[in-house]
Structures are given as structure tokens and as C-alpha cells.
Antibody, heavy 119, light 106 residues
Framework: EVQLVESGGGLVQPGRSMKLSCAAS????????MAWVCQAPKKGLEWVATISYDGSSTYYRDSVKGRFTISRDNAKSTLYLQMDSLRSEDTATYYCARLSGVLNWFAYWGQGTLVTVSS | DIQMTQSPPSLSASLGDKVTITCQASQNINKYIAWYQQKPGKAPRQLIRYTSTLVSGTPSRFSGSGSGRDYSFSISNVESEDIASYYCLQYDNLWTFGGGTKLELK
């Protein structure tokens, strides 16, 4: 059974940094691209970033380019999201997602971790 | 960037009704659209991929269609467990979600 478990969320001040983790199990982690998707309170879903199966390629939505960094450790089956220069508008639940492996939609999701950016 | 315009933002239905949600892309997305269901406090759940292919476990009352820029998602015979929000996702060029549709009981 595919399991994705996010951690690392919480309250952080504007301008500070936070690093999210996503522990994966139930599949061969280094065979799949992975992504982060966020959802602001009572708002819709927004794609944040994607990393290829081997970490060689990364993709970001415009609003986080230069501030967020997606990475992975295939030996630990763990996905990361380093978030720097956080803004109040980054407040959201962040979901880790495994892509499908073929044609690449978001096939499996974690339960999410809430990041609140506030002074 | 591809934009996805989803409508309506909210929908009220009675049990047994058929409801339809539409998504229009800002350019041709070659049928690379998926649909998700999300219940409050829960992660999204995939229902349909590649316009009309039901994901394993998706009830047959759910369906999808479309091509080019215009796509639709339908639920026939709405059941109480279908009360949720629904999102489209284009994955032809990077990834973009529609704004969502909240389905409520009339």
C-alpha cells in the first residue's frame, strides 16, 4: 500500500524558513517523480513543485521560484521542500504527492501538513 | 502557463440527480485532464485520468469527456457520499488545477 507521510509544518514568522519532509513507503520511491501541492485555508489546490525520479529535473510554480527548493533522498525514500523567505500567502496545507509514472498526474497523496506564516 | 477555468464554483443537487462540472483550458491540453474528489479535512482522491478513464475503485456513476480545450465531469445518480469538492487538473504542460466545485445537497 502506497503511504506518504508529511511532517515539518507549524507556525513560522514571515521571512523565515521551514523544511517539510515526506516519508514514502509501499512502492519503489526512486522509480517515481514526486511533487508538492498546497491548499490555502478554504481555497483550492495549487501545484507547487515537482522533482523527477532521480532528482535531475525540478519544476516550480512562478510564485515560489527562487524561494522554495524541492529535493529528494532516494536512499531514505524521502521528499523534501525547503521553503525560504516565507510570506503570509504561503500559509496552506502542503500535500506530498506521487505522480503516476505514466503521463504524470498526481496518483497518490499524503494527508498534508499545515504551514502557518504569521508574526 | 495553462489556465483552467472550472464551473460552476458551487452546485446544489438532490440525491439521484445528475450533475455536470466543466473545465476549460486556455489552450489544447490533448485530453490530459484528471478529476479529483476532496472531502473536508481530507486529501484529494483521484477519480478519473486522461479525460475519461476511471481510476480503480471509482464508481461507474462518475464519468468524464471532452477534447481540445473543453472537458466535463458528471455524476449520475448523486449519492450522499458524493457530497464533496471536485477539482480538474491539466497535466499536459506542467500542472494546473481548476478552481474547484463544491457539491452540496439541495
Amino acid at each position: 500500500e502506497v503511504q506518504l507521510v508529511e511532517s515539518g509544518g507549524g507556525l513560522v514568522q514571515p521571512g523565515r524558513s521551514m523544511k517539510l519532509s515526506c516519508a514514502a513507503s509501499g512502492f519503489t520511491f526512486n522509480n517515481y517523480d514526486m511533487a508538492w501541492v498546497c491548499q490555502a485555508p478554504k481555497k483550492g489546490l495549487e501545484w507547487v513543485a515537482t522533482i523527477s525520479y532521480d532528482g535531475s529535473s525540478t519544476y516550480y510554480r512562478d510564485s515560489v521560484k527562487g524561494r522554495f527548493t524541492i529535493s529528494r533522498d532516494n536512499a531514505k525514500s524521502t521528499l523534501y521542500l525547503q521553503m525560504d523567505s516565507l510570506r503570509s500567502e504561503d500559509t496552506a496545507t502542503y500535500y506530498c504527492a506521487r505522480l503516476s509514472g505514466v503521463l504524470n498526474w498526481f496518483a497518490y497523496w499524503g494527508q498534508g501538513t499545515l504551514v502557518t506564516v504569521s508574526s | 502557463d495553462i489556465q483552467m477555468t472550472q464551473s460552476p464554483p458551487s452546485l446544489s443537487a438532490s440525491l439521484g440527480d445528475k450533475v455536470t462540472i466543466t473545465c476549460q483550458a486556455s489552450q489544447n491540453i490533448n485530453k490530459y485532464i484528471a478529476w479529483y474528489q476532496q472531502k473536508p479535512g481530507k486529501a484529494p482522491r483521484q477519480l478519473i485520468r486522461y479525460t475519461s478513464t476511471l481510476v480503480s475503485g471509482t464508481p461507474s456513476r462518475f464519468s468524464g469527456s471532452g477534447s481540445g480545450r473543453d472537458y466535463s465531469f458528471s455524476i449520475s445518480n448523486v449519492e450522499s457520499e458524493d457530497i464533496a469538492s471536485y477539482y480538474c487538473l491539466q497535466y499536459d504542460n506542467l500542472w494546473t488545477f481548476g478552481g474547484g466545485t463544491k457539491l452540496e445537497l439541495k
